[in-house]
């Protein structure tokens, strides 16, 4: 079987994605988005502030039960226009079996801002 892997990169490339965990505050339906989506307000503490995102995440969560939990996101990307919304941040997942996001997140509640290791 071939190495599915992506290509080889050093510490310091690796240190130039900013990833930061943070609570979200608000999170609302996005019916705008051509697939279904969330948008997303994720708190990542003073020093970065509360900033917006989309994700396809509605096969496993609901607007309701993403308010208060902690998530991982990529916090240096530019921002990205989602049709009528801007996308301030990325936010980390994996696909499940059938191809739907399963959100990172910790399991013990962490500072907001706190960034990956």
């Known amino acids: 079987m071939a190495d599915a892997r992506a290509p080889e990169i050093t510490y310091d490339d690796f240190l130039k994605v900013d990833i930061r965990v ?14 279904p989506a969330i ?13 917006k995102t ?3 995440i509605t ?4 607007p309701e039960e ?7 996101a990529v916090v240096n990307f530019p921002p990205r226009q989602i049709g009528p919304f801007m996308s301030e941040v990325l ?13 990172v997140s910790p399991t013990t509640k962490v500072p907001n801002g706190g960034r990956l290791h």
């Open 54 to 56: 989309s994700a396809q």
């Open 22 to 35: 943070g609570t979200v505050v608000e999170a609302q339906p996005f019916p705008e988005a051509r697939k």
């Open 91 to 103: 936010t980390l997942g994996f696909m499940d079996e059938e191809g739907a996001v399963v959100l």
């Open 59 to 62: 096969v496993h969560y609901t």
């Open 39 to 51: 948008k997303l307000w994720i708190d990542f503490g003073e020093e970065i502030g509360v900033k």
């Open 66 to 72: 993403l308010v208060g939990r902690q998530i991982a």
